[in-house]
């Protein structure tokens, strides 16, 4: 159980272009979906926090207006990285959050998306 | 920043017990440690996480100490495929507006 999923797992876009990635929670429903980005020999690093139905919380230096991010549903959030450039190639990965008991949560991760932009 | 501090590198033997330590000296009464692990090029994978006591589960086991101030994940018997960056987060654990925020790791290398 607790799958996540994320789609594609690998774009190649060109400079200028805007690219969507999805994020599925497949064997449950998370209310919070969480937006990761990596860099070659780095840590994860937060982007944003997304509540379903909600708008997207977005880190300090993040642009929100750049990487927009829809929640839709509880199974569901998508980042679209708008009018990308090489230095938004990376990797992005997200996670989703269940309760694992009383009153402690778990965040499960997809796979992750590398994004390479020419 | 992240809370806590982890060596950079480890390297264990295949088949023997991988003993990953985390010093979390500022944590609080009321915040979990978690663990998690990162495998090349794959999204972080969750182990385990505890409060206070020690947990086990399938993947491993992790050792609180009694003043909350360190802890350590054991792998019983390390294969080649637990080669990962393996990550201590202290978190509230609340869910929502709670954030895991990770540090360096420790790059756990299961040699043959």
């Known amino acids: 159980g607790a799958v996540v999923s994320q789609h594609p797992s690998w774009v190649i876009c060109k400079s200028g272009t805007s690219v969507k990635i999805e994020c599925r929670s497949l064997?449950?429903?998370?209310?919070?979906m969480f937006w990761y980005r990596q860099f070659p020999k780095q840590s994860l690093m937060l982007m944003a926090t997304?509540?379903?139905?909600?708008?997207?919380?977005?880190e300090q230096g993040v642009e929100k207006d750049k990487f927009l991010i829809n929640h839709a549903s509880l199974t569901l959030s998508t980042l679209t990285v708008t009018s990308a450039h090489p230095e938004d190639s990376s990797f992005y990965i997200c996670?989703?959050?269940?309760?694992?008991?009383?009153?402690?949560?778990?965040?499960?991760f997809g796979p992750g998306t590398r994004l390479t932009v020419t | 920043d992240a809370k806590t501090t982890q060596p950079p590198s480890m390297d264990c033997a295949e088949g023997r017990a991988a003993n990953l330590p985390c010093n979390h000296s500022?944590?609080?009464?009321?915040?979990?440690v978690y663990w998690y692990r990162q495998i090349h090029s794959q999204g972080p994978q969750y182990i385990i996480h505890?409060?206070?006591n020690n947990e086990t589960n399938e993947m491993a086991s992790l050792i609180i100490t009694e003043d909350r101030k360190s802890s350590t994940l054991i792998l019983p018997h390390a294969t080649l495929r637990d080669t990962a960056v393996y990550y201590c987060?202290?978190?509230?654990?609340?869910?929502?507006?709670?954030?895991?925020?990770f540090g360096k790791g420790t790059k756990l290398t299961v040699n043959p």
């Open positions: 996670s989703a959050e269940t309760l694992a008991g009383w009153n402690s949560y778990e965040q499960y």
């Open positions: 064997d449950f429903q998370a209310t919070t």
């Open positions: 997304s509540n379903e139905g909600s708008k997207a919380t977005y």
């Open positions: 500022t944590i609080s009464g009321n915040e979990y």
């Open positions: 505890g409060l206070k």
């Open positions: 987060i202290v978190t509230l654990g609340q869910g929502g507006s709670e954030k895991l925020v």
